[in-house]
């Protein structure tokens, strides 16, 4: 199936999802207001947000899928990194021909990883006091489990523990967030289709 035949035939006001390309285009324009925003790229803003975490002015890199198709995705990449600019970040992104990878993410403020490689990022990857959004899921083999595997995030838990002011846990953090957001757009999508208002 064609990807963008199968996004571009969803009614843009029904687009819970933000991926739609009008509501990913007014992400991207000074001025414009998207109806949806992506839900994870969403969560990754609230989590922030209801945390105190400063955005304004901060330095925040963005480490992406090995794989730059991937890793610039609709569902992560792309829209956190407009939402951080829109929050007036300071934003990099780090990708598979990123040279010096540790080096750009020793200098963030802030790091959000979308990966999907387990255990990527580690200690010595991070400033001290650095904020992490951990929002990679992979599933690992772990023989102590009774499951046989478990979820495990793209940043060394343990080792940011170490470094970081905040980290969000995989899994129990962004993915949780993520689920709420997208309610809150099935919500406001169903407000305005109802043209219900509160009074």
Not at 69 to 98: N, Q
């Amino acid at each position: 199936m064609n990807e963008e035949k199968i996004i571009n035939a969803v009614n843009v006001e029904k687009d819970v999802d933000g991926f739609h390309p009008i509501n990913m285009g007014n992400l991207a324009m000074t001025g414009r207001s998207p109806l949806f925003i992506p839900c994870a790229s969403r969560g990754c803003i609230e989590v922030l947000h209801r945390y105190g975490v400063e955005i304004i002015g901060k330095k925040a890199v963005e480490k992406l899928g090995f794989d730059p198709i991937i890793g610039r995705s609709k569902i992560t990449g792309l829209p956190t990194s407009l939402l951080l600019e829109r929050h007036h970040a300071t934003v990099c992104v780090v990708h598979a021909f990123t040279k010096n990878p540790e080096q750009i993410t020793s200098e963030a403020d802030i790091l959000v990883s979308d990966v999907g490689v387990p255990n990527l990022v580690r200690g010595h990857w991070l400033k001290p006091g650095v904020v992490v959004i951990d929002m990679g899921s992979t599933l690992v083999k772990d023989s102590n489990s009774s499951h046989g595997s478990r979820v495990t995030g793209d940043v060394c838990y343990e080792e940011a523990m170490l470094k970081a002011s905040a980290i969000t846990p995989v899994p129990g953090g962004i993915g949780p967030v993520t689920i709420s957001m997208l309610l809150s757009n099935t919500v406001e999508a169903a407000k305005r289709a109802y043209q219900w208002t509160e009074s």
